[in-house]
């Protein structure tokens, strides 16, 4: 994997010069122009059971509240609380998605970097909130989430030893991951139903992150319409990964437990350029036999419903395994990777001329979880024939906030 290239160094130009370069960073990555129409993606199955708990008192985060706005906006998001938004709340993601990675322009500083952690979390909490307007969400803010992370030159200025401080190894494919979009040093995600609120809310983060920070790489999302949080991935098919479906299982799996990072958790970041043409043109049972699981709804091979898990057991009359052992459902599971779930909350993108496929985001508590994943799909993943990766980052998920308790308060 090629390393992240060097921030530019800090010139002493004024702060709203510095705000003018970022911004038009943004508008030549293309954050400023209109999404991409519908398609597929790969649907993260998280539940609402972690609101649903904690509004019956079991403590943490606020569950999502009706919007006080013109009718029918979504459900408001609280960005308060134990965890970030944008991670496990709102249980269904929204449709609409934009990743901002950036890297600082001065070398990391505790000080410094604690400063823009605050100024972030108040401009989160300015844009979720009664200043929401400002930021030209003028029917308020909707169902938006903003999500703060930092890389791992960031965080082991904080100590090596801390989680989010050791970077991603190079995987099978990566010598295709241009350096532009290796890594990076910050990142902000924002979500909505309402694309128009992703372009106002990240204009408004990326002027707060100015003038320490400068665009390195961005990427637009969307997501199909489906059943709760299930949908169809850019390949036609349900995502049959497992992953954490309630409040129990994402403390188990998916946020920190411990120390100064208690309630964060950590992300990974793949863009995946996939064949769809090539995939697509193999016989429906040949696609089936590369996933494992059946294109009309998602049921396993092994049988079951669409949330069903394999029986990875099961075998044909003739001893041959029933989900094949190079298909993407067997190839991925914990039992075979030997790690823990993973929460995955993916995107489509489509930038034209060919240029599309997933942008699979996942979240978990320990970055050996994809790691060990990884690195067994690039040994036994027949799907991998057809995906070819064009981005790769992680960062650390800092802590939920309040407006008493800053965002990234806990860095030591």
């Known amino acids: 994997m090629s390393e992240p290239t060097t921030p530019a160094p800090d010139t002493g130009e004024p702060r709203g010069t510095r705000r003018r370069d970022l911004l038009r960073g943004l508008a030549a990555a293309g954050v400023t122009a209109g999404f991409a129409g519908a398609a597929g993606l790969a649907a993260g199955r998280a539940t609402a059971d972690d609101n649903d708990r904690r509004a019956a008192g079991s403590g943490g985060d606020r569950p999502a509240t009706p919007a006080a706005s013109t009718g029918g906006r979504p459900d408001h998001v609280d960005a308060a609380g134990t965890h970030q938004a944008g991670i496990a709340r709102p249980g269904t993601p929204q449709p609409h998605g934009l990743l901002l990675v950036l890297d600082l322009v001065a070398a990391p500083e505790p000080d410094a970097v604690r400063a823009l952690c605050a100024r972030l979390g108040t401009a989160i909490l300015d844009l979720t909130g009664e200043r929401a307007a400002e930021a030209g969400l003028l029917d308020g803010p909707g169902d938006l989430t903003a999500t703060v992370g930092l890389g791992p030159r960031v965080v082991a200025v904080f100590g090596a030893d801390l989680p989010g401080a050791e970077p991603l190894p190079a995987f099978a494919k990566d010598a295709s991951v241009p350096p532009e979009r290796t890594g990076g040093d910050l990142l902000i995600a924002v979500y909505a139903s309402d694309p128009n609120d992703v372009h106002r809310a990240a204009t408004w983060l990326t002027e707060q992150a100015a003038p320490d920070a400068v665009l390195r790489w961005s990427q637009r999302g969307f997501r199909a319409p489906g059943t709760g949080t299930i949908a169809r991935n850019p390949l036609g098919f349900h995502d049959g990964v497992i992953v ?44 089936e036999q590369v996933i494992g699981r059946r294109r009309n709804d998602g049921s396993p091979l092994s049988g079951g419903g669409p949330t069903g898990e394999a029986d990875l057991l099961a075998k044909t009359p003739d001893g041959q395994y029933v989900t094949p052992a190079r298909s993407h459902v067997r190839a991925a599971h914990p039992s075979v990777t030997g790690s823990a779930l993973m929460l995955r909350r993916g995107y489509a993108f489509d ?50 906030f309040d407006a008493s308790r800053p965002l990234g308060t806990t860095l030591p």
């Open 244 to 287: 954490p479906k309630d409040a129990a299982e994402q403390d188990e799996h998916v946020w920190i437990a411990d120390g100064p990072f208690a309630g964060g958790s950590i992300c990974v970041v793949r863009r995946l350029l996939l064949d769809v043409a090539a995939f697509t043109a193999e016989p429906v049972d040949r696609q």
């Open 351 to 400: 930038d034209g001329g060919g240029d599309a496929g997933l942008l699979f985001i996942c979240f978990q508590r320990d970055l050996r979880t994809f790691v060990q994943t990884q690195f067994r799909l690039d040994e036994v993943d027949d799907l991998g024939e057809y995906v070819t990766p064009t981005g790769s980052a992680t960062f650390l998920i800092l802590p939920g």
